[in-house]
């Protein structure tokens, strides 16, 4: 069974750039994975940041942006700021009509 | 304006059954795919079930294939998940999301509903 792997969490400081990944417990996370990226306030629904690796959805910042670095799939977000902090997940679509979501990364700006 | 709005949710003891809605208005429904997605307390989001546009094809997670049904009624707007033999696992926020395409997957959950509360408890 595939698992799709986030870093659990991971810490920015105001103003810097920090860049999260989305990769496979088997394989390499390529464009045919159609990467996809949400975030998540507590409470809210989440909300479509990137889709097919680096389309950015209606209304997002181009300091965010999506990628594939090496095997992984990536998010960056530069000049953070403090309404950054939330969590952000990964899909990546498996074929045949399955998506699978990674764990999600917390994202702290301190 | 794209608008999702689940309903359905509720109490419902393990072995019991739920059907869920989501009524859909803003865009032409018949033109994208669907899906539902989960998320337990305190936990991340799973994936659960997607619809094509036609609504022929259908797809599910290895955790609900089986006992969940997914199925939309292109002439109400309208997507469904048919929940049996629920389990104490399945007690999640369950969230209604469109795709960005006809085809399931490829630009996926462009837009979400808030999310109808399912609790699978004795």
């Known amino acids: 069974q595939t698992v799709v792997t986030q870093e659990p969490s991971f810490s920015v400081s105001p103003g810097g750039t920090v860049t999260l990944t989305c990769g496979l417990s088997s394989g390499s996370v390529s464009t045919s994975y159609y990467p996809s990226w949400y975030l998540q306030t507590p409470g809210q629904a989440p909300r479509t940041l990137i889709y097919s690796t680096n389309t950015r959805s209606s209304g997002v910042p181009d300091r965010i942006s999506g990628s594939i670095l090496g095997k992984k799939a990536a998010l960056t977000i530069t000049g953070a700021q403090a309404d950054d902090e939330s969590d952000y997940y990964c899909v990546l679509y498996m074929g045949s009509g399955i998506s699978v979501f990674g764990g999600g990364t917390k994202l702290t700006v301190l | 304006e794209v608008q999702l709005l689940e309903s359905g949710g509720g109490l419902v003891q393990p072995g019991g059954s739920l059907r869920l809605s989501c009524a859909a208005s803003?865009?032409?429904?018949?033109?994208?795919?669907m899906s539902w997605v989960r998320q337990a307390p305190g936990k991340g989001l799973e994936w659960v079930s997607g619809i094509s546009g036609s609504g022929s094809g259908t797809y599910y997670a290895d955790s609900v294939k089986g006992r969940f049904t997914i199925s939309r009624d292109n002439s109400k707007n309208t997507l469904y998940l048919q929940m049996n033999s629920l389990r104490d696992e399945d007690t999640a926020v369950y969230y209604c999301?469109?795709?960005?395409?006809?085809?399931?997957?490829?630009?996926?959950?462009?837009?979400w509903g808030q999310g109808t509360l399912v609790t699978v408890s004795s």
């Open positions: 999301a469109k795709d960005g395409a006809v085809v399931r997957g490829v630009i996926p959950f462009d837009h």
């Open positions: 803003g865009f032409t429904f018949s033109t994208y795919a």
